[in-house]
């Protein structure tokens, strides 16, 4: 149980830690242009290759 404890709180502190560096640093975690499920909007500068064919099929679907 000691070990379960230990392992919750290191893992308590590395998030926390991480929450601070995104109100301090003001940018958004960027996770994968790739898409997914919830189609969320892509946080990334410029989109990747795998995220452009997405939009291009979409739009594609949607013309036709």
Sequence with gaps: MSIFLV??????I????????VMFGRRAIKGSCGGGMNKAECVCVEKCDKR????AAEAQLNQG
């Design 7 to 12: 392992t919750f709180v290191v893992m308590l």
């Design 52 to 55: 452009k064919k997405l939009d």
């Design 14 to 21: 590395v998030v926390f830690i991480m929450a601070i560096g």
